[in-house]
């Protein structure tokens, strides 16, 4: 317990250290915080309230304009933040459990079991992610299932394949040898020593699922197979705000600021985690 | 001399290296270990020194020839589980010979709670019985490997492998990687544990020096075959094969 008192003390004094990381963390957090007052208090008005006229331009009304229906897009703006952070992270979440799982199994089996795993993960990997969302969507329906299913599918390839990566390096540890001889089972020995050991893999890759998952949402709900009307999501605004581009921009910049800050500081983490666990790579921003 | 602990004999290990392409990592290997006794293994890289430790600890399948621990021939199916406990390995690089995430306690108890059952905490007090003797007080229980040496990481590996009181210990290159000061301690504190423990030992190292300290006999491997194998004075002494002079005369 000491001891991991000590490593996180350790890792937020040089996560402080880091000035880009640190605006990286203060943006997502802004986020958050800001979809959670939203919704909470109702601060910025109901997203399904008509406030003034059509498509006004950023006013004391309405902060960030008003859309084709005379809607303000600030309370819409925070609602489609949360249901495209909330779906994500629970997609990514239920990815970093599956890929996790077959990660250290093929990792540790090795050989046929291996094999298999991530040969169905390479089928997977090789269809353009939005392909495979948009299969997804003639299965399931549209509607947000869909919209978690197909993050799942199109994160867990790639996370799976990263995660066998590490757990075989681990594998092949004189621990692990040690470990087998002495009798060890093979459950014990994935809980024990591979899982422990790849943690800092799957932080990784879950940052970055993060982001693909954000913008599967996106172009999910902008071909109008995700989220659907009268609930708002980054997707779901940015296509709604595309027809009336010329008119309106606002209605079209502001998720669309969003949607790229939120990817790039969700980037920034993920390389700052990389770095710390994986020292050797080089980060790829700066 | 009394019944040896392990017994090869006439092991073959081919690998397949694909397109019909094979290694041939023992070559008709026969040896026997008694009680209480060290084989030194030595051979340059390449030779089938780890092999032979594999094969010895039933942790690989001979190709073919027999395999004696303890008087049985090894199982065709699950070789391990029947020897859990029985034998242990200390391996060679100390960087990763512990779990980098468990405490030195929690690394030392594991191979009894995988025997006994029971969670690893509960072997704790055996696990400290057993770090004194390696020389390690009380207050390296709860530390990570990281915040250990070379040489005290090792001095760990050897307290993991003796909590079960194993009959055979293989020590493959266990202290090729350490300093050669902090390695006169190691060797010396193997010593005196074959002594109180009486396990037999396989003394596996491309170091002859390192092997003349330890070793009651000497096998001398050369691409898969034994080309010497001899009491380790009179190896030392007076070497009969070519190579084994060859060896020698690099010490
Ligand atoms: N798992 C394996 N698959 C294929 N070839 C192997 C394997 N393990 C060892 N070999 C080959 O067998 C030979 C002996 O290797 P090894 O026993 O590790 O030698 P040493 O320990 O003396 O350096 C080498 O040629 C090595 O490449
Ligand atoms: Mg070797």
């Given at each position: 317990m000491k001891a991991t008192a000590v490593r996180v003390r350790r890792a937020l004094a040089m996560r402080s250290g880091d000035g880009l990381l640190r605006g990286a963390v203060w943006v997502l957090l802004a986020l958050v915080l800001a979809t959670l007052v939203g919704q909470l208090t109702g601060a910025g008005g109901r997203p399904d309230a008509i406030v003034g006229p059509r498509l006004q331009p950023p006013g004391s009304g309405w902060l960030l304009g008003t859309d084709n229906l005379g809607r303000s897009l600030l309370p819409r703006l925070l609602q489609g933040i949360g249901t495209t952070l909330l779906l994500s992270t629970l997609a990514v979440a239920c990815t970093a459990v599956i890929s996790t799982a077959l990660g250290v199994v093929a990792g540790y089996r090795g050989g046929r079991t291996a094999e298999l795993i991530l040969r169905i993960g390479d089928v997977l990997y090789s269809f353009p992610a939005i392909v495979l969302a948009v299969l997804v969507a003639a299965v399931l329906g549209p509607g947000r299932t869909t919209a978690l299913a197909a993050i799942v599918l199109v994160t867990v390839p790639l996370m799976t394949r990263m995660v066998g990566v590490a757990a075989r390096a681990v594998a092949r540890r004189e621990f692990v040898t040690a470990a087998r001889i002495s009798g060890v089972s093979a459950p014990t020995i994935m809980l024990r020593h591979i899982l422990p050991n790849v943690a800092g893999t799957v932080a990784v890759q879950g940052t970055y699922a993060l982001s693909v998952g954000i913008l599967v949402e996106g172009g999910l709900s902008f071909l109008g197979y995700g989220v659907q009307l009268p609930d708002a999501s980054l997707g779901l605004l940015i296509q709604e705000g595309g027809l009336y581009m010329v008119g309106a921009p606002w209605l079209i910049v502001a998720p669309g600021v969003v949607l790229v800050a939120a990817i790039m500081a969700i980037n920034l983490v993920g390389d700052s985690l990389r770095d710390r666990f994986e020292p050797r790579e080089t980060r790829s921003l700066v | 001399m009394s019944e040896p602990v392990l017994e090869l004999d006439d092991v073959r290990v081919v690998f397949k290296r694909g397109r019909g392409h094979t290694v041939t990592?023992?070559?008709g290997i026969s040896f026997r270990i008694a009680a209480g006794e060290t084989l030194g293994l030595v051979g340059e890289s390449g030779s089938g020194k780890t092999t032979t430790g594999a094969v010895a600890l039933g942790l690989r399948r001979p190709t073919s020839g027999t395999v004696r621990f303890l008087g049985a021939a090894q199982g065709?199916?699950?070789?391990r589980g029947a020897r859990a406990g029985a034998v242990q390995a200390v391996l060679q690089n100390p960087h990763w010979s512990?779990?980098?995430?468990?405490?030195v306690a929690d690394s030392v108890a594991e191979p009894l709670a995988a025997v006994e059952a029971g969670r690893l905490r509960t072997h704790h007090p055996a696990a400290l019985r057993i770090l004194d003797q390696v020389?390690?007080?009380?207050?390296?229980?709860?530390?990570?490997?990281?915040?250990?040496?070379g040489g005290q990481r090792q001095r760990v590996a050897i307290a993991r492998a003796l909590i079960t009181r194993p009959s055979f210990i293989v020590f493959d290159?266990?202290?090729?990687?350490?300093?050669v000061s902090v390695q006169a301690h190691i060797l010396n504190l193997i010593h005196d544990l074959q002594t109180e423990h009486r396990f037999a030992a396989l003394f596996i190292s491309h170091d002859l020096a390192a092997v003349r300290y330890l070793a009651h006999r000497v096998a001398v491997m050369r691409t898969g075959q034994i080309v010497e194998l001899a009491d380790a004075h009179r190896f030392y002494t007076a070497p009969r094969h070519p190579y084994s002079r060859q060896l020698l005369e690099t010490l």
């Open positions: - | 990592a023992m070559d065709r199916r699950r070789p512990l779990n980098p995430r468990l405490a020389g390690l007080p009380a207050s390296f229980a709860q530390r990570l490997p990281h915040e250990l040496s290159e266990a202290v090729s990687a350490l300093d």
